[in-house]
């Protein structure tokens, strides 16, 4: 298509790859296009991955060549071929002076950042530009508004019980399915001495001629960028995709309640699902997720503390951290409750320290692009919290080495439940811990040079000291909470003198 007229511009970003998304409602091939581009400043804003750019670009080229085939025109602005806009916002004005079409349609994008700058480029051109609601999600951003209206307990387990409802899912006669919303107890065992024993590996997917382009682009173009792009094997397709998700329901799901909390030296996926990235792009939805759990549940497959465990995520915390998202966008970027004020530490991109824990999650996230929940949460993310680095610092580090990071998700995730800079919205209290939890949820310190029951000395567990200089540094805001009242009642048992010297190693931890 060159100069042609059209009647909708219909705008597709890289987190939005449904194939039954409601931008392409009443799509007409005779009157309609679809833009995509790859747009240099989305992989460049923040320092990223060369993992988690070639995961976008492969899943938008298989895409673009899906939409074609079913006989659409896709407007695609590849980084390889002449010379692509290097911004969403100027394919979109390129795309307009080019086919002058009536109207511009997509559906909400992932970060209020492009929704602002494509905005704008519709307005600059006067062309209409239409928001469709998203029924990727079961949530409207309405609903979470009419949820969160004039409530004085404003918390997950509120409006999960509301979305298990209003849903069904789990629900018998309006009661929950098993006499009981969560199976949290259950689930929190750590493996053992014995470890996890024989765990299905995630399924993977051999690179086809699309996705090496791709992998050869990436490297030729973003060379210096952080990973590696060894042995990719990521789904990109909604097939592949599809796939993933029935693995995981029928290799680990019967064991991904009891040990979801549970960490193990070399190995992350361990029973985790591992589809969250596929999710964020839309390759499955999470209805197809829901589904298939609950029916292995029906089947006899999965115990119920699994599939309610899983549940809970998806139609729980991932839509609670949308709602939260679009409806305090933008001033939740810019909170820092507690008022941290480092830089992110430099081993957070290369994964070279003593400690045994850090080591390894980080080498195997830059190496894969995937943590799970509690290495992210109770690792990394308690690491950065404790040691006071900035939460939007941390929050673009994990924008750029995961690969399921969309804004919408990620920074309720990372600056409110990780590193408690909203001061208690996504999470009533900050996740902070000493090296005891680690050593209770893996075998991780077995093998570290430092001990986590010490806090001071040469082979004081940096986790452990922290732990007590954050108590320390923050104990006027934490005496008023009520879940933190035992932490701050053990700190008042320390020694003051202990106490200093803690304090004097951990502001060598924290580069004072
Ligand atoms: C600091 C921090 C940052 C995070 N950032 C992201 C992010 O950028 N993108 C992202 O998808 N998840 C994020 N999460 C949530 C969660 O850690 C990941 O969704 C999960 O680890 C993905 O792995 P999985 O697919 O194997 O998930 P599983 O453990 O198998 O869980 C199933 C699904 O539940 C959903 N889910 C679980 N917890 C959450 C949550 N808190 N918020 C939203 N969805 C959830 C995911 O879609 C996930 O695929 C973050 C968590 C923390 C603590
Ligand atoms: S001793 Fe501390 S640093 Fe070492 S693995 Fe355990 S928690 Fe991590």
Known sequence: MTTTTLRNLVVVCGDQLDHDSAALDGFDPGRDAILMTEAAEEATYVWQSKRRIAFFFAAMRHFRDAQRKAG????????????PPDTLAGALKAAIARH??????????????????????AGETGIPLTIREDPHFYATIADFEAFADGRKRFILEDFYRMMRKRTGLLMRDDKPVG?????????????????????????????????????????KRFGDAPGTLEDFSEPVTREDALHALEDFVTNRLRDFGTHQDA???????????????ALNVRLIGPREACDAAIAAYEAGAAPLNAVE??????????????????????????????????????FFWTGETDMACLRDMLTRLLRTGYAHHIER??????????????????????MGLYLDAIDWVSLPNMLGMSQHGDGGIVGTKPY??????????????????????????ERACPFTTLYW?????????????????????????????????????AGKLRGN
């Open 309 to 346: 465990g899983f549940v809970r995520q998806i139609l729980g915390w991932r839509e609670w951290v949308r709602g939260l998202y679009w409806t305090r966008m933008p001033d939740y970027a810019g909170l820092n409750a507690l008022e941290a004020d480092r830089d992110l530490p430099a």
């Open 377 to 398: 949460l109770m690792g990394m993310g308690l690491y950065l919290m404790m040691v006071g680095t900035r939460p939007y610092a941390a929050h673009d580090w994990h």
């Open 263 to 277: 960490m193990w030296d070399g190995s992350s996926t361990l029973n985790h699902s591992r589809i969250s990235a």
């Open 432 to 457: 902070c811990a000493s090296g005891a939890y680690i050593d209770r949820m893996s075998n991780y310190c077995d093998g570290c040079r430092f001990d986590p029951k010490q806090s001071t000395g």
């Open 100 to 121: 002058d079409p009536e109207q511009v349609i997509m559906v909400q994008p992932g970060d209020w950042r492009v929704q602002q700058a494509l905005e704008t480029a």
């Open 179 to 219: 006499d009981a919303w969560n199976y949290d107890k259950e689930n929190r065992r750590a493996f053992g001495r014995n470890g996890p024993g024989l765990i299905a590996p995630r399924a993977r997917y051999q690179p086809g001629p699309v996705t090496l382009d791709v992998l050869r682009l990436v490297e």
């Open 72 to 83: 659409r025109t896709v407007l695609y602005n590849a980084m390889d071929e002449g010379t």
């Open 469 to 505: 200089d954050f108590l320390a540094r923050h104990e006027d805001r934490f005496a008023g909470n009520r879940r933190m009242a035992l932490q701050v009642r053990n700190l008042h048992r320390k020694d003051a003198a202990e106490l200093r010297i803690i304090r004097a190693q």
